[in-house]
């Protein structure tokens, strides 16, 4: 199937700037190019609040270099795990999407309300998985782009856009991690849409895999699924390592980059866009 | 709500894929050839139908006409011109085939009616009068020999009908 089409994308994260061109044409999405660049630990640090880019310079050649050989200079950005507050939501009747969002979100943002881009992604019914991200925390990301030479066109968010592509596909009944450098998602699916919806830090130290299991465990609870051991689908970084230290038993293989290059295999929201 | 969320600090109108712009593109392309296609389809169908409304002018006015010819051919095979069977012809032919003991009272030639001859005969009894008529059926230019009501008296008398059929006697 021809590509009529393609689009830039360009994630970020704490290891690495990750960047795709996406062929989109009658019969799907397909990836055209792919390339990654390291950073120094440091250079980029994602949170919800504070500076991301402490090392924006660096941060802003890693950008140029990664999209070097992949043509465009508009882009869709991706923000990672960590930058935004998640909750699932069910919207009373009437009510405005991101209004109510933010009413939610309000009291637990590590910044004030005013300062909030709020949208939502529906998920069934009158159910929404909504997201609320600091607006000058979304400016550096869009400054560092903009440094680069690039026109940033969109900005999404990392977990929303692999959650969508869960969401799209019909996940079954089970526990899905989303793994960014610092932070996770974890989403218990019941019928195809998130039952239950947890978002926190990452501790990459030793037993990460089981505190992995004792959270998902939990959310399948909150879900209405008490059964043990609980069947936990693993994206993103460190997904390998991670579902080895599970156990291939009660570990899947989740939302995966194209094959072809070894380095996309762990970028759960590049898995997201072409699933 | 988007489809998939947008937190940029200046959203943008959603830049459509090239394939759904060329879509949008061929659909309208389409649509113009479809629209172009009707006006010729329309425009055709009215001249159809004005040469089908003129195909009927036609037919109507050969149909008049040839009613007018018929008319004029049937009035010519009904006619017979004068020319063609003059009375001392007719005469002269009828006269051969009498027989010595009957004679015509009366003839009358209707030209108009295709030569239709109408003689008033007077036999001096049955058997001649039997003669007369074999005689007149027997004459090729005669035709419809109709014999009509006899007054037998002392003599037959009668009409006869025929239709002068030409040629000699």
Same mark, same amino acid.
């Given at each position: 199937?021809? %590509? ?67 043509? +465009? ?13 998640? *909750? ?15 009413f939610?979100? !309000? ?9 909030a ?13 909504g ?14 782009? #903009? ?14 856009v ?13 526990? =899905? *991690?989303?793994?960014?450098?610092? *932070? ?7 019928? +195809? ?10 501790d ?26 609980v ?17 291939d ?7 995966e ?19 | 709500? %988007?489809?998939?969320?947008?937190? %940029?600090? %200046?959203?943008?109108?959603?830049? =459509? ?5 060329l ?18 389809? +329309? ?27 018929? #008319?004029?051919?049937r ?9 063609e ?37 007077? #036999? ?14 027997? !004459? ?6 109709q ?6 008296? !002392?003599e037959?008398?009668?009409v ?7 040629? !000699?006697?």
């Open positions: 199937m021809a %590509s009529l089409g393609t689009r830039l994308y360009l994630g970020l994260d704490a290891s690495a700037v990750t960047a795709a061109g996406i062929g989109e044409g009658l019969g799907g999405r397909r990836a055209r190019g792919f390339s990654r660049v390291p950073l120094e630990p440091g250079a980029l640090t994602p949170s919800p609040s504070g500076a991301n880019l402490s090392r924006g310079d660096e941060a802003r050649e890693a950008i140029r270099r990664c999209v070097e050989g992949l043509g +465009g200079s508009r882009v869709t950005l991706v923000l990672p795990d960590g930058v935004a507050r998640l *909750a699932l939501v069910d919207l009373p009747e009437g009510a405005d999407p991101r209004d109510y969002v933010l939610r979100l !309000a009291a637990s943002l590590p910044f004030p309300a005013g300062e881009i709020v949208d939502a992604l529906p998920a069934g019914g009158r159910r929404v998985v997201a609320a991200v600091r607006r000058a925390t979304v400016a550096e990301y869009e400054q560092a782009a #903009a440094g680069a030479g690039l026109e940033v066109e969109r900005v999404h968010l990392a977990p929303l692999a959650l969508a592509a869960l969401m799209r596909t019909g996940s079954s009944d089970t526990v =899905h *991690a989303v793994l960014g450098d610092v *932070a996770l998602c974890l989403a218990a699916f019941r019928g +195809g849409a998130p039952a239950v919806l947890r978002s926190r830090r990452r990459r130290s030793a037993g990460e895999a089981t505190r992995l299991r004792e959270v998902a465990t939990r959310a399948a609870a909150s879900a209405g699924d008490g059964a043990e051991p069947r936990i689908v693993v994206s993103g970084a460190g997904a390998a390592r991670l579902r080895r230290e599970l156990g038993e009660s570990a899947g293989r989740g939302l980059g194209p094959g072809e290059w070894p380095d996309a295999a762990e970028v759960a929201w590049l898995g997201g866009l072409l699933s | 709500m %988007s489809r998939q969320p947008d937190f %940029s600090t %200046s959203p943008r109108p959603a830049r =459509h894929p090239a394939w759904g712009k879509a949008v593109g061929a659909g309208l392309v389409a649509l113009v050839l479809a629209a172009g296609e009707s006006w010729r389809a +329309g425009q055709e169908a009215g001249q159809a139908r004005a040469r089908l409304s003129g195909v009927r002018r036609e037919v109507e006015t050969a149909s008049l006409r040839l009613k007018a010819l018929d #008319a004029r051919a009035g010519a095979t009904s006619a017979l011109p004068a020319a069977a003059p009375p001392a012809r007719i005469v002269a032919n009828l006269a051969s085939i009498l027989p010595g003991d009957t004679r015509l009272e009366r003839l009358s030639i209707d030209y108009a009616r295709g030569g239709a001859l109408e003689m008033q005969v007077v #036999a001096r009894d049955a058997a001649s009068w039997d003669r007369l008529l074999d005689g007149l059926s027997r !004459a090729p230019w005669l035709r419809e020999v014999s009509g009501p006899e007054a037998r008296e !002392a037959v008398r009668s006869v009908r025929a239709r002068w059929a030409g040629g !000699a006697p």
